[in-house]
Every structure is written in structure tokens, then in C-alpha cells.
């Protein structure tokens, strides 16, 4: 005997087991962050974190920054708004935290557009900073806005939390809505090295101190294999 078999019907007249296909997934954003964090955590492994401070703590950080700039790009993509990648810039060192995050945090902004297309002022902070490895800090003494011709890396002030006092100056790197780079041929360059209480730069360790890579106009980057490139200047 055959027995019949009934679909319950939800108050929408539609069946339940169809209703599940029809439930909100991730958005484009989220599986953007995931994504990047994946990519980060992967290079981070292929390095080795126990080797982090044992001379790798420049190739772990430029993959990192790698990582950042990519997810920055795809943001200002998706979003079709600017996009930027900020690097902590404000030396006060009688303030632990603040001592911490020096050249050594890193966070990515957006702005956000309204119903109709237009810009707003204020940037949004998107995801968590992300900080360089022990010993490493980020130099824009260094990183050229062109490893070609010279010149200082853009900077602007940042809001870093949900505080309004928490406000910072920062380095940035911009990427467009079509995703292109503003600043082509900008260093992105690493120190290794303790820095004393109040000085803006670490005394350089031994082996190969310094590491970069130049952004490019896509926002991809290459990899500055010649050290002599890099301008290397003495402590302050």
C-alpha cells in the first residue's frame, strides 16, 4: 500500500525544505576578510612562527602587509569607493599601548557611499589591526611614495577604534574603485631591530635588517631582492 506523502507549507505557502535554500549567505565582504586571514595565516606558517624571531620576522611581515594591501584592493572593488591600507605613525612611548602599535599596526579603512553613490566623509574601519611581528617596524623613512624617484608616503589622521580621542596619524596606501593604486611604484619596506624608549627608528640588527617590496599599479607587488635599492640610513 502506497502512502502519500505531504509537504507542510509554511504561512508563505512556501514549503519549509524550500525556504532553506533561500536563507542569507555570507556576503562578498565577509569571504573577503576570511579569505585574507586564511592567506595571512598561511604565509605566517610557511615561514615558521617559531623562526618569527630568529631573522624571518621581515619575511613574515611583508607577507603580512601582502595580505592587507590585497584585501584593501578587493574592498574598495566591491565597495567602489577608496580604500586604504593605514600603518600606526604616532610616536608616544609613555603610553604602553601606544608604544606597541608604533609603526607596528596596521588597519584598513573605507568610505562608505550612500543610496545615492556619494561619498561620506568619515573613514570606516574595517576587520581587526593587525600588527607586525616582535622587533619589526615599518619604515617610512624608507618606503619611498617611489623607490624610482623619491619622495614622502602620504599621511593622514585616523580614527583606530570606536574612541573619537583615538585618533592617529598614519601611513597610508590608497587604492581607487577600480581598484588601482594611487601611489604606483610606492615602497612598502620593514626594519628589524630594538627601539629604545622615545626614538623613532630601531637600531638595526645584524644580517639583513631591512626588506621590501614595491606596490604596483594594479596592487600587486614585487619583491625588492636588491638591498642596495633600499636607502638605509643611519639611527637618529
Given at each position: 500500500?502506497?502512502?502519500?506523502?505531504?509537504?507542510?507549507?509554511?504561512?508563505?505557502?512556501?514549503?519549509?525544505?524550500?525556504?532553506?535554500?533561500?536563507?542569507?549567505?555570507?556576503?562578498?565582504v565577509e569571504l573577503l576578510a576570511v579569505m585574507t586571514i586564511i592567506a595571512i595565516l598561511l604565509s605566517l606558517a610557511s615561514v615558521g612562527l617559531k623562526n618569527?624571531?630568529?631573522?624571518?620576522?621581515?619575511?613574515?611581515g611583508l607577507a603580512v602587509g601582502e595580505g592587507l594591501l590585497a584585501q584593501a584592493r578587493s574592498l574598495a572593488v566591491n565597495q567602489s569607493s577608496r580604500a586604504r591600507l593605514v600603518i600606526h605613525d604616532d610616536l608616544n612611548d609613555a603610553i604602553p599601548e601606544e608604544r606597541q602599535r608604533y609603526r607596528r599596526m596596521m588597519m584598513i579603512m573605507y568610505k562608505e557611499l550612500d543610496e545615492n553613490g556619494v561619498e561620506q566623509n568619515q573613514w570606516i574601519r574595517f576587520g581587526q589591526p593587525v600588527f607586525l611581528p616582535e622587533r619589526v617596524f615599518f619604515s617610512p623613512e624608507l618606503s619611498l611614495r617611489n623607490m624610482d624617484t623619491g619622495g614622502l608616503l602620504d599621511t593622514d589622521r585616523h580614527q583606530l577604534s570606536s574612541k573619537v580621542s583615538d585618533n592617529h596619524q598614519c601611513v597610508f596606501y590608497e587604492f581607487n574603485s577600480q581598484g588601482i593604486c594611487t601611489t604606483p611604484g610606492?615602497?612598502?619596506?620593514?626594519?628589524?631591530?630594538?627601539?629604545?624608549?622615545?626614538?623613532?627608528?630601531?637600531?638595526?640588527?645584524?644580517?639583513?635588517?631591512?626588506?621590501?617590496?614595491?606596490?604596483?599599479?594594479?596592487?600587486?607587488?614585487?619583491?625588492?631582492?636588491?638591498?642596495?635599492?633600499?636607502?638605509?640610513?643611519?639611527?637618529?
Open positions: 500500500m502506497l502512502r502519500k506523502t505531504s509537504t507542510i507549507q509554511s504561512p508563505s505557502g512556501i514549503p519549509h525544505r524550500l525556504q532553506t535554500s533561500f536563507r542569507r549567505g555570507f556576503s562578498l618569527v624571531g630568529k631573522g624571518q620576522g621581515i619575511t613574515a610606492a615602497g612598502f619596506v620593514l626594519e628589524t631591530g630594538a627601539r629604545p624608549t622615545g626614538a623613532k627608528k630601531p637600531r638595526l640588527g645584524k644580517g639583513k635588517p631591512v626588506g621590501g617590496f614595491v606596490v604596483l599599479r594594479n596592487g600587486g607587488t614585487s619583491l625588492i631582492r636588491d638591498i642596495e635599492r633600499i636607502p638605509v640610513q643611519e639611527n637618529n
